[in-house]
């Protein structure tokens, strides 16, 4: 299996060094903070996936693209973190089919893996999401990468990508793996600051209480 598609990868490095530019911090973002900006990659996701099929679709629905297309991504929107846990479902249950059609072709049970799988990723719906940030994060890292190499005339990626595939693939597993350590540290780290910052705000609401309960027992006396 290969992460780097030769054929995804000839077709980015047709782009502008503008829009090549822009897949490195989108990226590195989701491969560090995929977690903590989650809520606002899902919506971002839903809403243009809506509209796109909104514009593709509109024909044959009769009715203007660019309306459809604008109430479809807005009411996915609207939706999409209330669907959340539907969509992680379906992902991760598609995802360990995949998986396990690969590495045993002989276990014929779509069906069971399916459900396993679903809500396996719904258990752990968080590390779910952090191994998937990091590794869409990796990968798109990789393709910017190897894009912008190929504009600036530095390397020929496709041929490069396309004789080093197993490579590619150990060192995108490796980055997931570290964007997923990453992830999991940071979220321990900011609730770890939460609750300090909630444990301040209840000592210092305290100690304004008792001020001035001391102070008006002071006065009365």
Same mark, same amino acid.
């Given at each position: 299996?290969?992460?780097? %598609?030769?054929?995804?990868?000839?077709?980015?490095?047709?782009?502008?060094?503008?829009?090549?530019? =822009?897949?490195?911090?989108?990226?590195?973002?989701?491969?560090?903070?995929?977690?903590?900006?989650?809520r606002f990659w899902i919506v971002l996701t839903t809403t243009v996936l809506a509209g796109v099929f909104g514009l593709l679709? %509109?024909?044959?629905?009769?009715?203007?693209?660019?309306?459809? =297309?604008?109430?479809?991504?807005?009411?996915?929107?609207?939706?999409?973190?209330?669907?959340?846990?539907?969509?992680?479902?379906? =992902?991760?249950?598609? !995802?360990?089919?995949?998986l396990l059609q690969f590495t045993f072709p002989s276990l014929?049970?779509?069906?069971?893996?399916?459900?396993? #799988? #679903?809500?396996?990723?719904?258990?752990?719906?968080?590390?779910?999401?952090?191994?998937?940030?990091?590794?869409?994060?990796?990968?798109?890292? =990789?393709?910017?990468?190897?894009?912008?190499?190929?504009?600036?005339?530095?390397?020929?990626?496709? #041929?490069? !990508?396309?004789?080093?595939?197993?490579?590619?693939?150990?060192?995108?597993?490796?980055?997931?793996?570290?964007?997923?350590?990453?992830?999991?540290?940071?979220?321990?780290?900011?609730?770890?600051?939460?609750?300090?910052?909630?444990?301040?705000?209840?000592? #210092?609401?305290?100690?304004?209480?008792?001020?001035?309960?001391?102070?008006?027992?002071?006065?009365?006396?």
């Open positions: 299996m290969t992460i780097i %598609a030769t054929d995804i990868l000839g077709d980015l490095c047709g782009l502008s060094l503008g829009l090549i530019i =822009a897949i490195l911090p989108i990226g590195l973002l989701l491969w560090l903070l995929g977690w903590w900006s989650h679709e %509109a024909s044959s629905w009769r009715v203007q693209p660019i309306v459809v =297309a604008v109430l479809l991504a807005i009411a996915a929107g609207v939706l999409a973190l209330a669907l959340v846990r539907v969509v992680t479902f379906a =992902a991760g249950g598609l !995802a360990t089919v995949y014929n049970q779509p069906v069971i893996c399916f459900l396993i #799988g #679903g809500l396996v990723s719904l258990v752990l719906f968080r590390w779910y999401f952090m191994a998937l940030t990091s590794f869409l994060g990796a990968t798109l890292l =990789a393709y910017g990468t190897l894009a912008l190499m190929h504009y600036h005339e530095a390397l020929d990626a496709i #041929g490069w !990508a396309d004789t080093n595939a197993t490579f590619l693939s150990v060192l995108c597993g490796l980055a997931t793996f570290g964007g997923f350590v990453f992830q999991l540290l940071f979220e321990r780290w900011r609730k770890r600051r939460e609750r300090e910052d909630e444990d301040e705000e209840q000592d #210092g609401f305290t100690s304004m209480i008792l001020g001035r309960i001391g102070f008006g027992s002071s006065k009365a006396a």
